[in-house]
């Protein structure tokens, strides 16, 4: 048994990278806005249709796919931001909750309709070509994954630290009025964010569908992944995002090893309900 | 017992009250099959109401208790043979434990708004894994109760009697709900819904109703599962535990007007008569009446903070409303 | 009827309240008297159980109840009102007052009756079958007060009841407590508005810093320089006197 665990903890992890840069863009839009985006899950899913019926039909390599997905979904994020959460949740927190989640039931509804819940996936066989790490026999394109979500940290990091929208970001962040004072447009600056949390999602996408597969319930899942690790590094934090993805990659790398595989993901489940119990009510308080 | 305080909300219910009993002279089987499938969503949906509508606490995992009925119910007739009734009856209590058993854990870690959703839809999926993962509950093959028609087994030949009966046991919920809108319960619940800490000071134990909330949505969620399983006599852990059925709770009351009695219900049925118009419409496509829930309810939040009733309730209001300020 | 002992509470490194003393006897009116960020609504808020003092003690009626959660101390009959109003919107009036009423009254019929009563005694009668979001701020404050009487509690802390009214309703305001006062209530209030304290107050406790830093009269706390300096600034008591002189 012991020699399965270090494989199963190395391909836990190559699978928390992608979590984490799910959740890279949950985070970066509750810490900016305070929402909680249900869809995020579900514009996944759309991403990962995207990339799949880019390679189907025009043969686009997932990764070449990269440079047209990417800014596609800055744009839809953009837009739904500025066009439909913002507009209507001037209410209560509850409101743009149950927002997101109509958002989420929409596009996923939508996706069974025209594309029916048929699972799909693409064939590129080099991704499929193992490399041998610490004895564990890793899908090339799983470490592709693995790099690619942990290259984009600094870079956002960098893109926050260094840039002029990323300092008007921040600015919003902290003190919404404030920055509204001394005249950064505020809508605009939460419709970018909003922009590049989805962003994020659909390079997590290319990353992803070469070694996993579509469905239109997909969404589902990583949403709530999401979600724990958001929660589990800390509402907003960057880096935390990225080391609870990792953990929970293993975690559920580890509960699948000993649990089975169907019951795997309960690991992740539990967890995110011992992270919501039992962090401090500093984070817990926010409700209205 | 009802407080109605427009013609706009009177008209509203008498037009929901002659659809409900119109159902039995327009021989249709295709209605009375719909109607009788929004009742038992209305059931759930009034389960809602009363941690979301009265107490604020919004739950998006409500499938927990409605899956925990079904599922208790079908394991101890299919498995042990025991009674229908005793089995109904079992599922409501365990419904009702498992919600009590949820808001302990919760609320004693003082998880409030979007976290308490996230948390219960967390249970709701951990839930879900294990009725697929776990034999005694079917595994992925589900549950299926043997075809037995008669009283004693709460299965209905008859499509009128069934009717009647799902039709009784909504009114006999909206009742109970009527009984808690009216009681020290439901003014304490609502208090803790607007503002907890003047509860706290006002000497109310806000912990233990909300606990208390979360036990009686239960019982009601457990209730409106078992009467799937009643119905169908086959349950699944995504048809008992899924998102779906989580969504389907919360839609109705929050369309029709949280925290009234006949919010929930109004809304079921005029949501579901939506989802089949459209459905009729549009061929039989699956997920499509999801698709106009969903737009219907981001219009509800935008254009009718308080549910069609808050917005029937603004037509032609009684003289009464507007006395004097002093 | 209270007796609070030494509470001490601090936020980090910054000490809110330390060995705050105070004594409320029965039948009295109180005040809490202090410049803003004094650590009033801190007393106030360890006194009700809504935190928990890291020292000292909480004495009602000879029982200890340090510590003890908001609801229970509202059973035993000490109740906090608070400073920012919110009456439960989505109820009536009369709804709102029935709450408290609820305490002790399980029955509806019986809390609306006794919420019908406190209403009219407090001077609301026209305003029972009003939504409570439909109410000015004087209005909120009344229902506030009345709320806590409806619990039947006997001694009421009241945080800044007359902030934000004008003087003619303040003049009400002061009438009401005075009357409450005087059919066996006992109050301990936070206060700003001086002529309001001056009024109603046997004695008074100032607060500032987190420290007490006098007790008396209210006439006896107006002229202690201590007070004064902690209201207007350091040297302020000095150059008053030496204007009057001058």
Not at chain 3, 57 to 75: E, M, Y
Not at chain 3, 100 to 109: D, F, I, S, T, V
Request: hydrophobic share 55%; with cysteine.
């Amino acid at each position: 048994m012991s020699t399965l665990i270090l494989p199963a903890v190395i391909s836990g992890l190559m699978m928390g990278a992608v979590y984490a840069l799910v959740a890279l863009g949950l985070t970066l839009i509750y810490g900016v806005l305070h929402i909680i985006n249900f869809a995020h899950g579900s514009l996944l899913m759309l991403a990962l249709y995207a990339v799949y019926f880019l390679n189907t039909y025009l043969g686009i390599d997932p990764y070449l796919a990269i440079p047209i997905v990417l800014p596609v979904f800055f744009a839809l994020g953009y837009a739904l931001q500025r066009g439909l959460i913002g507009p209507m949740s001037s209410g209560s927190e509850q409101n743009v909750l149950l927002i997101t989640l109509a958002v989420s039931i929409i596009i996923e509804n939508l996706a069974l309709y025209f594309w029916t819940s048929n699972t799909r996936n693409i064939d590129i066989p080099y991704v499929y070509d193992t490399v041998e790490l610490f004895g564990a026999f890793i899908p090339f394109g799983r470490v592709i994954a693995f790099f690619g979500a942990l290259a984009v940290v600094p870079l956002l990091w960098l893109f926050m630290a260094k840039t002029r929208t990323g300092s008007a970001i921040r600015a919003v962040a902290i003190e919404k009025r404030g920055a509204e004072l001394v005249g950064i447009d505020v809508n605009h600056t939460y419709a970018i964010c909003f922009g590049i949390g989805t962003a994020c999602v659909a390079l997590a996408a290319c990353l992803l569908l070469p070694t996993f597969y579509v469905t239109p319930q997909v969404g589902y899942t990583f949403v709530l992944v999401a979600f724990t690790t958001v929660v589990l590094g800390g509402m907003g934090s960057l880096v935390g995002a990225l080391v609870a993805g990792l953990l929970l990659g293993v975690i559920e790398s580890l509960c699948g090893l000993f649990l089975g595989d169907s019951l795997g993901q309960i690991g992740i489940f539990i967890a995110f309900i011992l992270i919501l119990l039992l962090k401090p009510s500093g984070i817990m308080g926010k409700a209205p | 017992m009802m407080k109605l305080n427009s013609t706009g909300q009177v008209v509203l219910i008498l037009v929901a009250v002659a659809y409900l009993l119109g159902v039995y002279f327009i021989s249709s089987p295709v209605w009375m099959g719909f109607t009788i499938n929004a009742l038992i969503v209305a059931v759930l949906a009034l389960s809602w109401n009363v941690t979301g509508g009265f107490g604020g606490l919004s739950s998006f995992g409500h499938a927990v208790l409605y899956g925990t009925g079904a599922y208790t119910s079908a394991i101890l007739q299919v498995t042990y043979g025991v009674n229908a009734w005793v089995a109904l009856v079992a599922g409501i209590a365990m419904a009702a434990a498992v919600g009590g058993f949820i808001g302990a854990l919760a609320f004693r870690y003082g998880v409030k708004g979007s976290y308490f959703a996230l948390v219960t839809l967390a249970f709701a999926e951990v839930f879900r894994i294990c009725a697929a993962s776990f034999d005694f509950a079917g595994g992925g093959s589900g549950l299926q109760l043997k075809l037995a028609p008669g009283i004693s087994n709460i299965q209905f030949a008859d499509r009128t009697v069934l009717y009647t009966f799902l039709l009784a046991i909504v009114v006999l919920v909206m009742l109970l709900t009527a009984w808690i809108k009216y009681s020290r319960f439901g003014a304490y619940l609502v208090a803790v819904r607007e503002n907890e800490d003047a509860a706290r000071a006002l000497g109310i134990d806000t912990y233990r109703i909300k606990v208390l909330a979360m036990a009686v949505s239960g019982a009601f969620g457990g209730l409106a599962g078992v009467l799937y399983l009643q119905l169908w006599l086959f349950i699944d852990s995504s048809i008992a535990y899924g998102s779906s059925v989580s969504i389907e709770a919360l839609i109705g009351p929050i369309i029709g007007g949280a925290g009234t009695v006949w919010g929930p219900v109004l809304g079921t049925l005029g949501l579901h008569l939506i989802g089949e118009g459209a459905k009729t419409l549009l061929s039989n496509a699956p997920g499509l009446n999801f698709v106009l829930y969903a737009v219907v309810l981001i219009c509800a939040l935008r254009f009718m903070p308080n549910g069609l009733v808050g917005l029937a309730g603004r037509i032609g209001p009684f003289a009464k409303k507007e006395s004097k300020d002093a | 009827m209270l007796e609070v002992e030494n509470l001490s509470k601090s936020f980090g490194g910054l000490k809110a309240v330390s060995n705050a003393t105070l004594q409320v006897p029965e039948g009295s009116i109180v005040g809490l008297l202090g410049p803003n960020g004094a650590g009033k609504t801190t007393c106030f808020t360890m006194i009700a159980g809504f935190t928990k003092p890291d020292s000292g003690s909480v004495r009602l009626r000879g029982k200890d109840i340090t510590g003890l959660a908001p609801h229970h101390i509202c059973n035993l009959g000490m109740i906090r009102t608070f400073q920012i109003v919110q009456p439960f919107a989505g109820l009536t009036v009369e709804e709102n007052i029935a709450v408290g009423a609820y305490l002790h009254h399980h029955e509806r019929k019986e809390a609306m009756a006794v919420a019908r009563d406190v209403g009219k005694r407090l001077g609301m009668g026209t305003l029972l079958d009003r939504p409570a979001s439909a109410l000015t701020i004087a209005g909120r404050k009344r229902l506030e007060l009345a709320r806590a009487l409806a619990t039947g509690a006997k001694l009421l802390l009241l945080d800044e009841v007359m902030a934000g009214l004008i003087p003619t309703e303040i003049n009400e305001i002061v009438g009401i407590i005075r009357q409450i006062r005087d059919e066996g209530h006992t109050f301990l209030m936070i206060e700003h508005v001086m002529q309001a304290v001056m009024s109603l107050a046997e004695t008074a406790y100032v607060l500032n810093q987190g420290v007490m830093i006098a007790h008396g009269t209210p006439r006896d706390l107006v002229r202690d320089p201590a007070v004064v300096e902690a209201y207007l600034g350091h040297g302020a008591a000095q150059r008053l006197q030496e204007d009057d002189h001058a």
